[in-house]
Structures are given as structure tokens and as C-alpha cells.
């Protein structure tokens, strides 16, 4: 009878483009939701083309072949809602983006510069977001970091704010209990001299926390007028071993990332990510120079891959109700696991 | 350009009705705002009637002066939004309510029995969300508890889970730290007699916990199939002053209120509000059972009467751009300060 959202709908009929880590995760999740029909999962490696989605998933078949081409299975299944989790970039997507759009498919993205696209790429934003208004399909780029921790909580704790002077947020993660590939995206084990030539050519840490100081700048009312990033490598001080390498003594243990969004000259945002074999205290913390001032803990922090699964998944019904747009993870209702 | 909310839009006409200590306070905050416009103030009293706001705020003059008439009110300034204060029960705001409803002029309102008006009042929810969808207003129950801690925080927390078995949360409030009627809403200094006979008559203790449980397990598909409350006096076990009264050894500190939401005959809900005289470690608490479990802190807690005004002026933009209906805390985005 009323507009709460306890209120159930139709199916969703979801698609899944990309089946690495996350994609894999988030078709696992979204077989498992009543609320969800997956009516196709797509994958480019052709290894994985042609295998039923459960065999990929350790499972009993799914019924799902995995598909080798987005756009046909766009046209094939004409799914709601598209989840993609193919690149850490916004120009690599935007050929998939664009479709969606322009076939009304509402997106949920892994992809971390999408969490703000017009950061970093005003006109490609300005063109998917036109595309997906004519379209009438909602884009949206989300996660646990980008599109949680560091950037929705922190717009969720001001709620009670009368006004915020400034937000600092710090998630610190102990890179040793997470899988090899973020372990390799850290730097675990190589040289200093390596992490500087790789950090000089973009190719280490992590993407998306300048997107998220913007965010909550903007989101704020900030603006905001420059975000500034940097990025060191965190040293061993002692040999370490994880269940996937080892960190010798003096070598790159991971990374330290840090962003700051400016406004009338004055840091508003500061946020300090900590991704390392052996960090101790893993969690995140909110703290909001406020009135009222509010301080947030995460008690040993938010889970990177499965959470993100269980949020690309979990956002799939808020973008399926939204106005058609690109949009982002603080201008819609909190996304959580409905049956 | 973008969908984005930092996009500001024309200055929101607001009115504020009721300017009890939380209406006198959203008042304040909302003169501050420069992206809302307060047209009116409006209170039954008539030692405030004809005075200017500014006297009230122990401001200069804020060109208001206090006037008695509501409904007079809203079709003389023609607000975008009415900021209503002015009871906890739904029965006696309906007047109020459709007269909005009617006028299209969205509403956001500390009534805790709104924040899930057809718990208890099914039959008034169903004919306020007619009016307000016939009329064109979004109507909106919020505040610090109910409206955040206790429901809209613990189900921004599952975003991050692929499923939740069960909700704890926990608020602990030093009563000697908040004002004179809030200390006596605990009961704080009577007899336990005293307190059974004001529970038995329902003039003791606070409003919404059962709505706070309802939403939750609500906005996570669990229905709920029952809700069940119960209420306590804290006794003291010394002497102990605040700024405003004096408790006894023996005599009532304060109240324990807690709430259970069930579905299947399971607990999915608990929530344990504390508010009390002398109350150790006051903050809040919020565990889910659940894939990852989430564990989140507000250190210190959120102080109620600052943060609520805070709150309801930050919900006004949301409000205003939300669909019309009859709506909650999580089916709109997460509102914040913005300037």
C-alpha cells in the first residue's frame, strides 16, 4: 500500500559482465536473491565462454552459458539491470556503457572512477549521462572503497550535522588476509625502485579515492576547488610471509593513499587509506569535525571483494527505482540485501 | 550538469510549526541555511504568537513574527516544505498532516509514530498516503531515534552484506547530560510506584523503538510478523544531581526500553535503548549478524534534541525531490548539511 520499501516488485532480470573475483562473487550472489532474476552472465576470456556459471562457481549448473559478447546478450535478454566489473577506468567502458544506456539498462559498476565520473572525465560524463536520460537508464559506480566507506558513510554520519567543518576518514587494511591480486596491486614484495617506476606509470595502488574526497565534497555543498592525491610505498621492517608471497625486510610491504579535497583554501576532506601486508588495527574511522561532532567506527573494517559483491548487488533495486541519469551512491536510498 | 547532488537548486520555502525546544532549533538552523528560505513560524502558544523568531533565538529580528494558525499559514506563504514539531503520536497531527498533504507541501516531522505511521495507525497511514499521492507531497518521519541511530543506520550498515541473519543496536543516553524534559520523559527522581503507574498509563518513556525495529526488519524483507516492546525503570543505586533535579538512592534513574522484531518466530531485530541518570559509556552500537558481519561504533553517541533539528533541516531537500507518498528514512538518499 505505501511507498516503503519492504514493498517487493517484479524480478529484477539482471545481467553480469565481467567474471573475475567481484563478478563472479556478485553472479553467486545475485543467483542466490529470490528478488533477482540472472538471466545471463558475460565474460571476454574465452576459457571461461561457453561453461555453465555454476561450474565456475563450484556449484550445481546454473542453467547460465557464459557469454562471449555484452551488447548481443544486451539485445538478446533485455535485462533491467546490468552489473559490470570489467575495468577500473571509465574510457574502457564507455562503449558498454553507452549501450546500456541507450537500450535502458540501469548499471551498477565495480568500476572506480565511475563513482564520479566527471572528476576525472567531464565530457565523457556529460555524454553518458545524456545518453542514459534520453535512454531513460540510471548509471551508477559503487563498492566498499570507492562507494562505502570512505565516501557514503561519512555523507550518511553528517545527517545529524548542523554543519561540518571538516571530514577525516581512515581505513587501514592488512593486505596479508586479502587475495594475491590486491596483494600484487599494493606492491607486496618488490623494490622500492620498482614501486617508484610503476607509480610513475599509473600501474600500482588503488583507483578511486580522489573520487571519493570529491564526493564528499560535492556532496557536502564544498564544491569542491582541488582534490589532491599521493600514493608511497609502505617499507617492511620485517621479513613477513602471506598464505600467497613473501615480503622481505626493506622491501614494499603495500600502499599508503591519500587524497584531500580543498575549498577557500582549506582541506574539507581527508581521507587515508593504509593497504599493507602486517597493518596492524585494521578498520576504518570516521571522524567529523562537526556540530555535532560524530565519530564512527568500523570494527576491523569492511571486507574488500565479497562486500563489494554483496553492494553491486544489493544497489541493483535502488537503480532499478531511480530516475534515469548518471548518478551516485550518496543520491540514493542505502542500498541492503532484500530477499 | 550531472544528476549529482551538489547541483543546487532555487532556495526551498519552509515553515517551521511548533517551536518547542526541537522546533525552535530547526528553526534556527534553517534561518542559517542560505539554500532555505523560512517564510513562517508557527506555535500554538500564545505567550510565542506575535513575537519575532528572533526574540525567541535570542536573536536580533528575524523579519518573523510567530503566528497561530497552521493551516492559515501554509495557504498564505505557500511553502515548498513544512518542518512539523509539534506531538509524538499520529492521531493528533492528522489535521496538520492532510492539510499539507493536500496543499502538496511536503513535510518532514519529529512525530516519532511517523517514522512508520501504519505500525499503529494503518488506517490513518493509508488515508494520508492517498491525500499526499492525490496531492503531490512527500511525507516524512525522521530525527536522531527514532530516524537514525536505531533504524536508518543499521540498515545503511547491511548495504555491505550479502545477507543479514539479525540487527543489534544499542544507545546509551546520560540523561544528566540532555535538558530538564527529557529527564523527566525518563522519569528521572520518581518512585518505581509512580513509574508503573505512568507506564500503565503510557506517559512515561519514549516514542519509536517499535518503529525503529519495524523499519528495519521491514526495509530487509522480513515483514515483520510481531514487535515487542518492553519498558523499565532504571533504579539508582546512589545519589545523584544533575544541573536540573536531584535523583535518590532508591528512586528511578531512568528508563531501559527495548524492542524485538520477529519473523519465523526468530529475533531479526533487537534494539536496547538505555536513557538514564548517571548511565556509563553513553554511545551507540550497532552489530549485524550477517556476510561480512558489520560492527559500527558512534563513540560518545549522537546527542539528541541538536541533532534532530539538524537532521530535519538536512531532510528538506530530500523531500522536496522525492516522489510523493508516505515515505521512510531509508527510501530516500542520506541527507546532509549542505550550505
Known amino acids: 500500500l505505501l511507498a516503503f520499501s519492504g514493498v517487493q516488485g517484479a524480478r529484477i532480470r539482471t545481467v553480469v559482465v565481467g567474471l573475475g573475483p567481484i563478478g563472479l562473487a556478485a553472479a553467486r550472489f545475485a543467483l542466490e536473491r529470490p528478488s533477482l532474476d540472472l538471466v545471463a552472465a558475460v565474460d571476454l576470456d574465452p576459457a571461461r565462454q561457453g561453461r555453465d556459471l555454476g561450474e565456475l562457481l563450484d556449484w550445481p549448473p546454473a542453467g547460465l552459458l557464459v557469454e562471449p559478447d555484452a ?31 541507450r537500450a535502458g539498462v540501469d548499471v551498477v559498476s565495480s568500476c572506480e572512477e565511475l563513482l564520479l565520473p566527471d572528476l576525472r572525465h567531464p565530457d565523457l560524463a556529460a555524454e553518458l549521462d545524456a545518453a542514459a536520460r534520453a535512454g531513460g537508464a540510471t548509471i551508477l559506480g ?121 575549498a577557500s583554501d582549506l582541506v ?47 544497489s541493483v533495486r535502488q537503480v532499478a527505482a531511480a530516475p534515469p541519469g548518471v548518478t551516485t551512491v550518496v543520491d540514493l536510498p542505502p542500498p541492503r540485501p532484500m530477499r
Chains 1, 2 share one sequence.
Open 268 to 314: 574539507v576532506v581527508e581521507l587515508d587509506l593504509a593497504m599493507y601486508v602486517g597493518a596492524p588495527d585494521p578498520g576504518d574511522e570516521i571522524d567529523l569535525d562537526a556540530d555535532p561532532p560524530v565519530s564512527l567506527r568500523l570494527q576491523g573494517g569492511v571486507p574488500g571483494d565479497r562486500a563489494t559483491a554483496a553492494i553491486l548487488v544489493n
Open 71 to 101: 551488447e548481443a546478450a544486451l539485445a538478446r535478454h533485455q535485462p533491467d539491470v546490468a552489473i559490470l566489473c570489467t575495468a577500473s577506468q571509465l574510457p574502457p567502458m564507455m562503449p558498454l556503457l553507452l549501450a546500456c544506456a
Open 142 to 262: 559503487t563498492g566498499v572503497n570507492p562507494g562505502f566507506v570512505l565516501d557514503f558513510l561519512p555523507v550518511a554520519a553528517s545527517g545529524v550535522c548542523r554543519e561540518v567543518r571538516s571530514v577525516r576518514a581512515r581505513r587501514v587494511v592488512d593486505a596479508a588476509t586479502r587475495r594475491l591480486p590486491l596483494q600484487r596491486k599494493v606492491g607486496a614484495g618488490i623494490t622500492g625502485e620498482e614501486f617508484a617506476a610503476r607509480a610513475a606509470a599509473g600501474t600500482i595502488g588503488h583507483v578511486g579515492i580522489r573520487e571519493s574526497a570529491a564526493l564528499v565534497a560535492r556532496a557536502l555543498g564544498w564544491g569542491p576547488e582541488a582534490v589532491e592525491e599521493d600514493l608511497e610505498p609502505v617499507i617492511a621492517d620485517r621479513r613477513m610471509e602471506t598464505e600467497h608471497l613473501v615480503v622481505e625486510a626493506g622491501r614494499v610491504a603495500g600502499i599508503r593513499n591519500r587524497a584531500r579535497a580543498l
